[in-house]
């Protein structure tokens, strides 16, 4: 709250497109999808005029005991778009909420399947992995600086790491994923009795400073969880809605998840919703007269929420009609080719990239600036100067285009971004 206070945080009234305008009438160009959800900019008249007109008939109404016509609309299309075998869709209100979602379905699916009940108290996660800022979303996350304080409140869990993507030397890619797919077989055959699960952010570690994965990882992590009879459980909260160049990542590597949770862009960026979706034979695990006590008890009191359906409903509609996916793909060669030249910056230890999303890494002579210079932070600030709102993630600078975003705008993000990086790493020398 201290930075917040002293660096007078812009507080934004209204929006206009791509940009975010402030008290002061300043604009700013959203560089980060206001963090990462928005999809096709603000005030967008369709998705706009469904809300507008859901409010007309009833804004909010509980999904226990009733139903509502929206979010009835919505699982039919998110059934229909999402990867086979997904047939059912539980309703919560923020990403954490649907990975919590997804935790309890699976530890209760295996007390419960008709071949045995059994307890499966542990989950697997990746190295680098953020889900949420829950205590279930906290304990099968690894950034340390989110939960270390609250580690003895976490749950046990078992962990790995994931291959990284490696363009420039696609043999060390191979490698890394034969290694670290044979790490992960080892930890199935060890735990896979105990084991509800393996989560994964398919394709990308966002918050992990975007951390492509070598590309085949996430096809053999479904194999290996089916061969080991454990679930997987995909988190495409970030990487879902376009941003990797396809609808939902796992297409990619046409991975059919156990359970895939969304949220972020699922209303476009508008309004607060997550979607968990499962398979029918999760589903009718928990069928039954309701004394028997197979019953999820999760709920929410504004799950389903119509207005937040209604939102949804058009994104994805506008998704289909402006081509956005050719868009996201057009985006992925302009942001490679506007930052080329940056590659060439001596503070520049990488740039990664998949589809829209971007993470330029700066460090010292390969190693992390010293944490007190706030580099990332001084980058982010130097943007807003010139324009554009951005988030780093220490070091690392996080571009996230909306994927329906215009060339042009890309490219002046690009530009502010590269002058940025110029400025402050002037700044530091003088300061070191
Ligand atoms: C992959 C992933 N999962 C879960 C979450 C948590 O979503 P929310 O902030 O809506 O709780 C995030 C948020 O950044 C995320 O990137």
């Not at 059994?118 to 939960?147: N, P, V």
């Not at 990284?164 to 670290?180: F, G, K, M, T, V």
């Not at 080991?228 to 990542?249: H, K």
């Amino acid at each position: 709250m201290s930075e917040f206070r002293n660096e007078n945080a812009p507080i934004i009234v209204e929006a206009d497109g791509f940009h975010l305008i402030d008290s002061q009438g300043h604009r700013y160009l959203d560089g980060h999808s206001s963090l990462w959800c928005n999809i096709h900019g603000h005030r967008v008249p369709a998705i706009d005029q469904a809300i507008r007109a859901q409010l007309d008939r009833v804004a909010h109404s509980t999904l226990l005991g009733l139903s509502n016509g929206p979010s009835i609309e919505l699982a039919n299309e998110l059934i229909r778009r999402t990867p086979d075998g997904l047939n059912k869709v539980f309703y919560s209100d923020c990403g954490a909420a649907g990975v919590e979602v997804a935790l309890k379905i699976a530890y209760q699916f295996y007390q419960q399947r008709p071949s045995g009940g059994q307890i499966r108290d542990k989950f697997l996660h990746f190295d680098g992995a953020y889900h949420g800022d829950t205590i279930g979303t906290m304990s099968i996350g690894s950034i340390g600086r989110f939960k270390n304080l609250y580690n003895p409140l976490l749950f046990p869990v078992v962990w790995t790491s994931v291959p990284n993507a490696s363009h420039d030397n696609p043999d060390q890619e191979r490698q890394q994923l034969d290694y670290w797919t044979s790490e992960l077989e080892k930890l199935l055959e060890l735990h896979h009795e105990t084991l509800a699960g393996v989560v994964i952010e398919p394709m990308v570690q966002a918050a992990a400073g975007i951390k492509v994965q070598a590309s085949g990882f996430l096809k053999r992590a479904r194999e290996l969880t089916r061969r080991f009879d454990t679930m997987l459980i995909a988190d495409e909260i970030a990487v879902g809605f376009g941003r990797t160049g396809t609808l939902f990542a796992c297409e990619q590597e046409e991975v059919d998840p156990d359970i895939l949770i969304l949220s972020k862009g699922l209303t476009g960026g508008y309004l607060p919703l997550a979607a968990t979706l499962v398979t029918d034979e999760i589903y009718e695990v928990f069928l039954g007269d309701p004394w028997l006590g197979r019953t999820f008890y999760h709920g929410h009191t504004y799950t389903g929420n119509p207005l937040a359906c209604a939102a949804a409903l058009a994104s994805i509609r506008l998704i289909d009609e402006n081509q956005v996916l050719k868009n996201a793909q057009r985006l992925q060669g302009v942001l490679r080719r506007e930052l080329d030249l940056l590659k060439e910056h001596p503070n520049v230890k990488e740039i990664r990239q998949k589809g829209t999303m971007v993470g330029i890494e700066l460090a010292l002579d390969g190693a992390p600036f010293p944490a007190q210079l706030r580099i990332g932070h001084q980058v982010t600030l130097a943007c807003r100067k010139r324009g554009v709102v951005l988030r780093n993630i220490a070091d690392v600078i996080v571009l996230m285009p909306a994927p329906a975003m215009p060339e042009q705008l890309v490219e002046e993000l690009c530009q502010a971004v590269g002058k940025s990086v110029v400025e402050v790493m002037q700044s530091a020398k003088q300061q070191m």
